[in-house]
């Protein structure tokens, strides 16, 4: 089986959700650990990039935070549109309209979603994403609980869990 970024992002935050943003563990150890569990060199370093890329993403999110308009209507590009469907892109409006996502949230999960190796994502998929990008941004505690419930709810009913 041809694991992906995603498959090893997902082990990790299975894994190591309960440490928050606060877990800097020794890469060299966790890449053996994740090598150990069956996953791809190549796969374990994408994924390192992508969640250095969320903290960098994180950080500039906060420095521009003041700026924005947060009632400005989003509109996606058209590999977005592509990579994120329908229901992804409602999924995002409807998390953003009950404020678990603000505008700033909202740009960094896309981001991290685009960064992803993967053609199409899916709803499920993305709403993982969310969960890993809301687990490291602090004073998002409620709004990680409660999407965490609703993946969780829905993995359950589809009787998968990793």
């Known amino acids: 089986m041809k694991e992906t970024v995603f498959d090893v992002l997902m ?4 894994n190591y ?3 928050g943003p606060e877990f800097h563990p020794d890469q060299k150890q966790l890449a053996l650990e994740l090598t150990e569990a069956g996953f791809r060199r190549g796969e374990i370093r994408k994924a390192f990039r992508w969640l250095d890329g969320l903290s960098a993403q994180q950080r500039t999110a906060q420095q521009q935070a003041s ?3 947060t009632a ?3 509109h996606y590009t058209l590999l977005e549109a592509r990579k994120l469907d329908s229901r992804c892109r409602g999924f995002l409006l409807t998390m953003e309209q009950n404020g678990a996502l603000d505008a700033h949230t909202r740009e960094l999960v896309i981001e991290r979603a685009m960064a992803l190796d ?3 994502i899916t709803l499920e998929q993305l ?3 969310v969960l ?5 941004q602090p004073g998002q505690e409620h709004a990680h609980a409660l999407l965490e419930d609703m993946v969780f709810d829905d993995l359950q009913g589809q009787g998968v869990l990793h």
């Open 132 to 136: 890993m990008v809301l687990n490291h």
């Open 67 to 69: 700026r924005g308009d």
């Open 127 to 129: 709403k993982w994403v």
């Open 118 to 120: 993967l053609d199409e």
């Open 11 to 14: 082990y990790l935050f299975e």
């Open 17 to 19: 959700m309960d440490q």
């Open 72 to 74: 400005a209507m989003r």
